[in-house]
Each structure stands twice: as C-alpha cells, then as structure tokens.
C-alpha cells in the first residue's frame, strides 16, 4: 500500500467511531422519547436531547474536516504527512467554534459570555487549565522554532530516545529500551531538551580509555584512532580524532572522539568501537590500566636499569660524521651524549637559537624548514628535507657556536641524541687532527644540500674558514 493509501485509510478510521458516536447518540434520544423521557425544559428554551445530537454531529463534521485538509488535500500538495500538533490545533478550533454555535442555537446561551462573565467559572477553569494551556503554547512555539521534529533524537535528563509524534500536550519519545515517554512540551521549553537531528552533520560520541605509563602517547594515539576508523556507522569525515586527556595516579586517560552518520545507532556503534578498541590494543601491546599494587622481589639485587649509552653508541657508529673518530674516542662521546625523545609536532630547535649541539635521529623522522622572502615581499617558512633514522643535523652550531640555520620539527615521536660542545671538546683537544676530517666532512654534506636546493645557503661557512672557526670555537692551540 502506497504512504497516500495508507493515509487516507488512516483518516477514515478517525471519522468511522465519530460517525458510529453519531448514530449512537440519535438511536438512544429517539428511545429516551419513545419511553416517555422528556429531554425539553419545561419551558421549552432548551433541548438536551438536541444537543447531544448536534454535539456528535459537531465531532463528525470536525473529524471530515481533519481528513479533507489533512489526509487529502496536505498530502495531495506536499506529499507528506501533515504534522500531528497542526491537526491537533485545527481540530480544536474547529470544535470550538462549531461547540459555541450550538450552545447559542439550541441552548440559548453564549458559551463565550458565560465563560467571561462569570468569573467563578472563570477562575475554576483558568487554574486548571495552566498546565493544559501552558504545554499548548509550549508546543505552538517549538513547532514554529522547529527545534524538535519526528525523527531526531533528543536526551531528557538521562534518558535518550526517537521523537515519534509532536502534539500540542507533550513530545512522545521511544527510549532505547523500546519505552514511550511523554515529555510535556512546557518542560521541555522550561528544562535543557538536547536534540540530536538526523540526517544533519555527524554527531560526537566520545570514549575515555586508560591505559598504562610505560605507553608512548604517540603510540596509544595512533593504535585508538586507528580502532574507530572504518567501524560501519562511523563518520568518514570528521575522522577519529584522540588526545592525552589528564594524568592520573595509575593511568594516562586518553579521549578518543569518534562521529556518527545515525545517533539513533549510538548504542550498536559505541559497542563495536569498545570491542575495536580492545583488539587493536592486544595486537599492539598496549595494556589498559587498572589500580594495583606491585611488588618486586630481587634474591640478589634489582636489575640495573636499561643503559641508553649502547643505543647512543650504535647511533655514533652508523654516522658518517663520527667515522675519523676511533672506537675509544667513540665511546668516550657515548659516554658524554644525552637521549631524548620528542612528541609529534614538537620543535626540536629553531632557528636563530644560539646552541650549540648536535642531534642524532635514533627512531623517527623531523622535518627542516627554513625562512625566505616571498614574492610578495613578506617572509614564510619553506620546507627544505625530511630526515630519516640516521641522520644528522645541527653540526654547523656544535662546531662554529652559529645560530641555528634552520627549524626541525618531529613529523612523529622521535628518539634523537644529543651531543653538545662540552662532550666534544675533550676528543677534539687530545686529537686536534680530527677538526680538518670532520670539517672535510661536513663540507661535503653541505655541497650535497645544496645540491638538492639548487642554491646555495647564505650562512653556509666558506671551505677556507671552516677549520679554523671550528679550532678557535673550542680554544685549541694554533687557531
């Protein structure tokens, strides 16, 4: 059956019981007389049994004047059902109007004036009435606001639900339980009513997850976001999008924040997400946190603590830069440099900056940038390389004390080693040869960037003059 079948069917069914009240209330008048039940006044100024007819015959005019705007003529027009609180107000006028034309008609009196007369009634019904009328005016303003419409999900207070029929008394909810709830349209224009539209942007659902202090945050970002994408019902765009929420004292709590195409599924998705969670942190290794109390028991003694030292010295010794060193003269470096690690995003040194030290990429990678004028006459950062695990940067500053020639940023967590002057100032004071090689070395990584840049850099160190900068930055004899 097609939506304009059905709706005129559905029309029918609210005529048909009018139409059967109708013929009811005529059946049992015309009985009443014929038993010798007088229904007239004596007067004969009023007719109850009149009335009764004419009343039903008020609600049988009312009901066919429902379905020929609505059922017939609404649909007819904009191909939608008409909403239920604009029938209700409609009907309700039409009632009225036709109720006051009878009482005037049959009964003789002005409903109108009786009521605004009288102020005992008036009283009487203007108290019980506040409620009524309140939620009818409630509903009159949120159906021209259109702020709640058939459809949307909204949330009361704790309970969540589908918006099923908008009337002038209440908003009838389905909860997720598969409830009906009625919310009074004056509480929900008094109280906070969220709304939830369907079929507009994606809506935010968020997860709190903690897991333990020895996870980089990098890594618990990547392997969560990573979770809640391509869940079904998971908005494509805006993607999942985690960050480090708060420390706790036995965990670090991380907010993933995911978005849904349907909030009415939020239920089934938010669940998957969980289980998408739990597996994407086993297969990484991740644990979750949870308070417990450790105890260690060492028979001898504790374990000494893992020594950085061996992974700075494997970093030395796959630098080209530190190659004229000799293993002892490495190690001694080794034993001098410091490990660090950077977040995401986190600038390693800028230029400009005054220090002077080196830095080593262990794991990782950090991109260089450096400032040019543009040709609009302004100035602007200007990608130069990506480093890679391997790589070097910052040797010009250790060894010659200039500014920083350029900014590095870590493109993702990295692990660098840091060499400054006071570590290497001791080798290059016992072996003064080493500054010719290392200058030699330096030099031709330079050629080679400059190379790749097809240009030059205005602050590069000429062939002639490297050297001795490098001997008089450290002080040794003959600079």
Not at 22 to 37: E, Q, S, T, W
Not at 224 to 242: I, Q, S, T, Y
Not at 338 to 358: C, K, P, Y
């Amino acid at each position: 059956m097609t939506l304009r079948g059905s709706a005129l069917l559905g029309g029918m069914r609210r005529v048909l019981p009018a139409l059967v009240l109708l013929v009811f209330a005529v059946v049992a008048v015309a009985l009443l007389h014929r038993a010798g039940f007088s229904l007239t006044e004596a007067r004969g100024a009023k007719d109850w049994g009149t009335f009764v007819v004419g009343l039903a015959a008020v609600l049988v005019f009312t009901r066919l004047v429902d379905f020929a705007l609505f059922d017939v003529g609404y649909r007819l027009r904009r191909d939608a059902a008409a909403p239920e609180l604009l029938r209700q107000l409609v009907s309700l006028l039409v009632f009225g109007l036709l109720l006051g034309v009878l009482c005037k008609v049959v009964l003789s009196f002005s409903l109108p004036a009786l009521l605004t007369t009288s102020a005992i009634i008036t009283a009487v019904l203007g108290l019980a009435l506040q409620e009524t009328l309140g939620n009818l005016f409630s509903g009159v303003a949120l159906a021209i606001e259109r702020t709640v419409q058939v459809g949307d999900m909204v949330r009361n207070g704790e309970t969540i639900g589908l918006v099923e029929q908008l009337s002038w008394r209440a908003i009838k909810v389905r909860t997720m339980e598969g409830n009906s709830l009625l919310i009074p349209n004056s509480v929900a224009s008094r109280d906070r009513l969220e709304v939830f539209r369907r079929g507009s942007v994606p809506m935010a659902r968020i997860l709190h997850v903690g897991l333990e202090y020895d996870t980089p945050p990098a890594r618990a970002r990547a392997a969560l976001e990573a979770a809640a994408r391509d869940v079904p019902g998971v908005a494509a765009v805006p993607p999942p999008a985690c960050g480090l929420r708060t420390f706790r004292d036995w965990s670090i709590e991380y907010e993933l924040r995911y978005w849904l195409d349907d909030y009415a599924r939020f239920l089934e998705i938010d669940a998957r997400v969980r289980e998408r969670v739990w597996y994407r942190l086993e297969r990484e290794g991740l644990a979750f946190a949870y308070p417990v109390i450790r105890q260690h028991q060492y028979r001898f003694e504790p374990p000494a603590p893992a020594d950085p030292r061996e992974r700075i010295l494997a970093a030395i010794d796959h630098n080209e830069f530190f190659s004229p060193l000799s293993s002892d003269e490495r190690r001694r470096l080794a034993g001098g440099a410091r490990l660090h690690r950077f977040a995401e995003g986190e600038i390693v040194v800028r230029e400009g900056d005054t220090t002077s030290s080196m830095f080593l990429i262990a794991d990782g990678r950090a991109a260089v940038t450096v400032h040019g004028a543009t040709a609009a006459g302004g100035v602007a950062s200007r990608a130069v390389a990506v480093l890679s695990p391997g790589s070097a940067f910052g040797e010009i500053s250790l060894l010659t004390g200039e500014p920083r020639l350029a900014t590095v940023r870590a493109l993702t967590e990295a692990t660098l080693v840091e060499i400054d002057k006071a570590t290497l100032a001791p080798i290059l004071q016992s072996n003064p040869s080493l500054v010719e090689k290392i200058g030699a070395i330096v030099l031709a990584r330079r050629r080679e960037a400059d190379d790749r840049r097809a240009a030059p850099e205005a602050n590069a160190p000429e062939p002639d003059s490297l050297g001795s900068r490098i001997a008089r930055f450290f002080g040794l004899k003959g600079a």
